[in-house]
């Protein structure tokens, strides 16, 4: 079946560390996205993604490093300059255009420790 | 800029009633409009959207919005609601103005009380 695959859903990250979330999909697009979450809170755009080798930084792209080496796969590593980072990451992706439906995976939980 | 605006942080409503999530936006040209719903420790899967045409759209689990221009509203209804109805519903907006990027409310939590 076709979809977004993000892991690890939980992963714990220490002080000074960095931690980088998975996302692959299989539905050939071409834009991809980072989304952070917080509790109760709504989405906050990190980096976006319109074609393979290039990125775009989102709203709150500090502390954040994403590459698109392949049209699958937009990986995200957390840096240890982000001082807050515990949240709920969500990747996505669509055919880049206007009007097209977003899809999104089942989520990251990153906890400090 | 493009901008979405979710009013209600919470709407309750008993099963079995109708129950109404308001949306309002603001983008300059035609907008593309969006839900989507999110349950808990989930990723948010698509409800529906409108793009054209007909000002009611009907999408996912019996859900339906309308599209009113002069009010800017997209609001989100299903005449009649059911527990597992419960959930986080976002509204999101991709203006027609050349840029890609879609915008999302703050979101409106669902709670449906049997």
């Known amino acids: 079946d076709g979809g977004i695959t993000q892991s690890p859903k939980y992963l714990f990250r220490k002080e000074g560390q960095n931690v980088t979330l998975s996302c692959e999909q299989n539905?050939?697009?071409?834009?991809m996205y980072w989304y952070r979450q917080d509790p109760g809170q709504g989405l906050r755009l990190i980096y976006y993604?319109?074609?393979?080798?290039?990125?775009q930084k989102g709203d709150i792209a500090e502390g954040y490093s994403v590459s698109r080496e392949k049209k699958e796969s937009f990986p995200l590593t957390v840096t240890s300059a982000q001082k807050n980072p515990t949240a709920f990451y969500l990747c996505?992706?669509?055919?880049?255009?206007?009007?097209?439906?977003?899809?999104f995976g089942e989520g990251s939980w990153l906890t400090v420790v | 800029a493009q901008s979405v605006a979710q009013p209600e942080d919470q709407v309750n409503v008993a099963e079995g009633n109708p129950l109404t999530v308001k949306c309002t936006y603001s983008?300059?040209?035609?907008?593309?409009l969006f839900w989507y719903v999110q349950y808990p420790n989930r990723g948010l899967q698509f409800l529906l959207k409108?793009?054209?045409?007909?000002?009611l759209v009907k999408g996912s689990y019996g859900f339906e919005a309308e599209f009113n221009k002069s009010q800017t509203s997209f609001h989100l209804k299903k005449p009649s609601a059911l527990v597992s109805d419960s959930a986080l519903y976002f509204c999101?907006?991709?203006?027609?103005?050349?840029?890609?990027?879609?915008?999302f409310g703050a979101g409106t939590r669902l709670f449906v009380k049997a």
């Open positions: 999101a907006v991709n203006g027609n103005t050349g840029g890609f990027k879609t915008i």
């Open positions: 983008v300059s040209g035609n907008p593309y």
């Open positions: 996505a992706s669509e055919i880049p255009g206007t009007g097209n439906t977003i899809y």
């Open positions: 409108y793009i054209t045409g007909d000002n």
């Open positions: 993604s319109q074609i393979v080798n290039d990125f």
């Open positions: 539905l050939n697009h071409d834009a």
